[in-house]
């Protein structure tokens, strides 16, 4: 059973910068794509970026110059960079992990307000 735990959330003013990480435990055998999804209020949940065990990645457009993903294969953690945050980006933040099944992280919230 493979388990994610994220952190790196919190308050935030716009303009400013955060990093999200999100470490996988337990009986790992491959990680595959591992990525983030976000979800605001009265919102669907959206795929924010994305990243292959070979280090290929997909932004969505709203985020594309802003966010950067990134892992460590060796850690078993992958990161999300979010620089020029805006009060859109206001969500709750979920990894995600492809092995045999997609495993869930349990969310961490961003709020980006002045």
């Known amino acids: 059973q493979v388990q994610l735990v994220e952190s790196g959330g919190g308050l935030v003013q716009p303009g400013g910068s955060l990093r999200l990480s999100c470490a996988a435990s337990?009986?790992?055998?491959?990680?595959?794509?591992m990525g983030w999804y976000r979800q605001a209020p009265g919102k669907q949940r959206e795929l924010v970026a994305r990243i292959t065990s070979g280090g290929g990645t997909n932004y969505a457009d709203s985020v594309k110059g802003r966010f950067t993903i990134s892992r460590d294969n060796a850690k078993n953690t992958v990161y999300l960079q979010m620089n020029s945050l805006k009060p859109d980006d206001t969500a709750v933040y979920y990894c995600?992990?492809?092995?045999?099944?997609?495993?869930w992280g349990q969310g961490t919230q961003l709020t980006v307000s002045s």
């Open positions: 337990g009986s790992i055998f491959s990680l595959n794509n």
């Open positions: 995600f992990a492809v092995t045999d099944r997609v495993v």
